[in-house]
């Protein structure tokens, strides 16, 4: 996975194999812009496939994690750092565009948060409206600051929250709430997101990063295999009736078992110790195990 400055945020590779993104535009509430959504989907995509990566953090810089787009932005403006792929024309002029740019940039972007298989957190540092607020549904675990304050809010604009907030809302709130949440054009602080059920914890701003980075190598030293085939198990037990969430997990069961991991963690209970997992990253697993 590449590292360093990009459109829009800074990308860093911490240990042990914590890839944390950093949205670095303050100044403009680290709105988001099409070159933005263009990097982070190419980044999470080099994450997904490179080995040293373990867990993803997102988090913002200032006083918001990311207060949305940034539509003048839209047209264009220069947010230093490399591309890391070629800017494409942003759609959005008529409506094919709008349906296009929405499906291959604006949604593909909280897809490809959704589908990786690796454990992601959104730390947020503030405010979150609109495309952050979906990106922060997109991660498997939201610890809020005590500053933050987050909702959609599209309707105060007459849109849609169109990068599938909706949906994410559904699965975290319901539909009763996600209603009253939406159509009321809430936007809640961190004491009521975590009544809600929109975030996971809530901690002094001070000790956001601190916190953040102590759960993200909690789960960077968990099992990876076991771990990312469960992640996908849970969200598809979500949409499956009860013989098919039996089959699907019975399947990565078949996986699991029989891998090192699994023989290192009876091992390490049997000898009463912390197991090491995770040989099978570095070379070293012995294959006898598996």
């Not at 080099?46 to 787009?69: E, H, I, P, W």
């Not at 024309?89 to 972007?109: C, E, F, K, M, W």
């Not at 709430?177 to 602080?189: A, C, E, H, N």
């Not at 004491?191 to 809600?196: G, R």
Request: proline letters at 3%; a negative charge; charged letters at 20%.
């Amino acid at each position: 996975m590449k590292t360093g400055t990009f459109t829009g945020f800074d990308l860093e590779l911490r240990e042990p194999g914590i890839a944390w993104f950093q949205f670095n535009s303050p100044e403009r509430l680290n709105g988001m812009t099409t070159g933005i959504k263009r990097d982070l989907i190419e980044a999470v995509t080099q994450a997904q496939m490179d080995n040293s990566v373990r867990v993803l953090v997102f988090t913002g810089t200032g006083r918001a994690f990311c207060a949305g787009d940034d539509l003048k932005a839209y047209g264009g403006v220069d947010l230093g750092g490399e591309a890391l792929v070629d800017p494409i024309p942003g759609g959005h002029d008529n409506a094919l565009g709008t349906y296009n740019g929405l499906r291959t940039i604006s949604q593909a972007l909280n897809t490809a948060v959704r589908n990786i298989d690796k454990l992601t957190i959104c730390a947020l540092n503030g405010i979150a409206i609109q495309t952050g607020f979906s990106l922060a549904l997109s991660c498997d675990f939201r610890i809020a600051a005590d500053t933050a304050r987050m909702g959609s809010a599209t309707l105060r604009f007459g849109l849609l929250p169109d990068e599938g907030g909706q949906h994410l809302l559904v699965q975290t709130l319901g539909v009763a709430k996600t209603l009253d949440f939406i159509m009321r054009k809430r936007i809640v602080d961190a004491k009521e997101a975590l009544e809600l059920g929109l975030v996971h914890e809530v901690v002094a701003a001070r000790d956001l990063e601190h916190h953040t980075m102590a759960l993200a190598k909690e789960l960077a030293e968990g099992p990876q295999v076991a771990m990312r085939l469960l992640k996908r198990s849970i969200y598809n037990a979500a949409e499956l009736s009860w013989p098919a969430a039996l089959d699907e997990i019975a399947s990565k069961t078949a996986i699991t078992d029989h891998h090192p991991d699994a023989a290192e963690g009876v091992r390490a209970f049997n000898q009463k110790r912390t197991p090491e997992f995770n040989a099978w990253l570095n070379g070293t697993a012995d294959k006898s195990d598996g």
